[in-house]
Structures are given as structure tokens and as C-alpha cells.
């Protein structure tokens, strides 16, 4: 995906967790759609895609709590795209155990081929992806306003701005 593209919408399964609700296990493995940020009030949207062999998807996932608690415009949904292997897909084991560890309060979906598009789209990419990668959408009009590669917690200000 490049800047200004639009989204297509897709879909994958994973928890709707929000901030009043973080435990995973009390919650039914659903399938989430892109498009059901259309109608949600918020007027940015970070997709961060992340891997449970990643340290700095680790590290990022306390950061995007506190956001998401202090900034109620700016809607994240995670994607588990890897497990605890580099380049192994995510299975719902290890969005179960992602879930659990952390008690993210936004969406957290397993990755498919569709976000994994996503993780390699950017045409300046040398090839390795530096994870996490977030990409910051006008929901509005699902259009990339922004591609950040690696965990920087200047992005959500970055991405406060850009959705304005």
C-alpha cells in the first residue's frame, strides 16, 4: 500500500477488545472488517502489524494502550502477523497468548495474506521490514496517510496530525 491509496476492505478474525473490556478470554474470536471503522467515531486509525518473536512490537503494545486511553479520536487495531517464529504465521494460539499477555483495549486481529500485503507494500522497503509497521488511515475515507516502519513513540503524534 502507498501513500494515498485506498484501503480495500478486508477482513480476519480476532477479539474486539476496548477499553472497557480487555480480557480476551471472555471474549468470542470474531471476525473484524476494516470497514467497521467507517462508522466508528474516531478520526484516525493506526494499523500497527506486529510478530510475538518481535521485541519492539513487545515493547510497543504498553505505548498504544496509554494512546488509545488518552487520544478516544484515534481508533488502533492490531495485527498479529507472526508467531514466536520469524516469518511463521500467527495462529489464534498465539493471538490468545498476545491477547492474554497484554490486555490490549482496541482490536486485535490474527494476520492473513491481506495484512501481509500491507507489511511488504511499501515500494521504498529494502526487502527487511522493520516491525513493528503502522499504517495511519483516514477512516473517513480508508486513504494511507502515513507508513511508519519500526516502534518510535512519536508516531501517534505523527499520526494525530496527518488524520487533521
Not at 477482513?11 to 480476551?24: C, H, I, N, V
Not at 513493528?132 to 488511515?137: A, H, K, L, N, R
Amino acid at each position: 500500500m502507498r501513500i494515498g491509496e485506498t484501503l480495500a476492505d478486508f477482513s480476519a478474525m480476532g477479539y474486539r477488545l476496548t477499553p472497557a473490556q480487555t480480557d480476551s478470554t471472555k471474549l468470542t474470536f470474531e471476525n473484524i472488517k476494516l470497514s467497521d471503522y467507517l462508522t466508528k467515531s474516531c478520526s484516525c486509525l493506526a494499523i500497527t502489524i506486529g510478530a510475538r518473536w518481535c521485541g519492539a512490537c513487545q515493547q510497543e503494545q504498553p505505548a498504544l494502550k496509554t494512546v488509545v486511553s488518552q487520544h478516544s479520536d484515534l481508533c488502533v487495531l492490531g495485527v498479529l502477523q507472526e508467531s514466536n517464529t520469524n516469518g511463521s504465521p500467527a495462529q489464534k494460539s498465539d493471538v490468545d497468548a498476545w491477547t492474554t499477555q497484554f490486555k490490549q483495549n482496541f482490536s486485535v486481529i490474527q494476520g492473513t495474506p491481506t495484512t501481509d500485503d500491507l507489511l511488504f507494500a511499501n515500494p521504498q522497503s529494502s526487502g527487511s521490514v522493520g516491525l513493528p509497521v503502522t499504517v495511519i488511515v483516514k477512516p473517513s475515507t480508508m486513504k494511507v496517510l502515513l507508513e511508519i516502519e519500526g516502534y518510535d513513540t512519536a508516531v501517534y503524534a505523527d499520526a494525530m496530525a496527518a488524520c487533521q
